[in-house]
């Protein structure tokens, strides 16, 4: 059986905070509080290691504020993120 990724920043800051749902891509950093991932706090991002099979992305994320994070996600949570960043509107 394959393993999903666990949605969650594995390294730098934000680490072991949860991606919020797959509608919009966010890092939950507080009960109530998350953080969007978007054109506007993203400054870049890289895919570090990439395993289809088992859907399973790690990426690293540089954020405008000189913040960056390693985040290990499935593949439904890295296609809405990819997609937030296809038809980026600055």
Same mark, same amino acid.
């Given at each position: 059986?394959?393993?999903? =990724?666990?949605?969650?920043? #594995? %390294? ?9 749902? /797959?509608? $919009?891509? /966010? &890092?939950? #950093? =507080? #009960? &109530? *509080? ?6 506007? /706090?993203? $400054? ?5 290691? $990439? ?10 994320? *540089?954020?405008? %504020? =000189?913040? *960056?994070?390693? &985040? $290990?996600? %499935?593949?439904?949570?890295?296609? /809405? ?7 980026? &509107?600055?």
């Amino acid at each position: 059986m394959a393993t999903k =990724g666990r949605n969650v920043v #594995i %390294d730098g800051d934000y680490m072991a905070m949860q991606l919020g749902n /797959t509608l $919009e891509p /966010t &890092i939950r #950093i =507080g #009960i &109530i *509080k998350s953080l969007t991932l978007n054109s506007k /706090t993203v $400054e870049s991002y890289e895919i570090k290691d $990439e395993q289809p099979m088992n859907d399973v992305y790690v990426v690293l994320i *540089k954020f405008k %504020d =000189g913040k *960056k994070s390693l &985040i $290990e996600m %499935d593949g439904e949570h890295f296609m /809405t993120f990819k997609r937030t960043f296809m038809y980026k &509107i600055d």
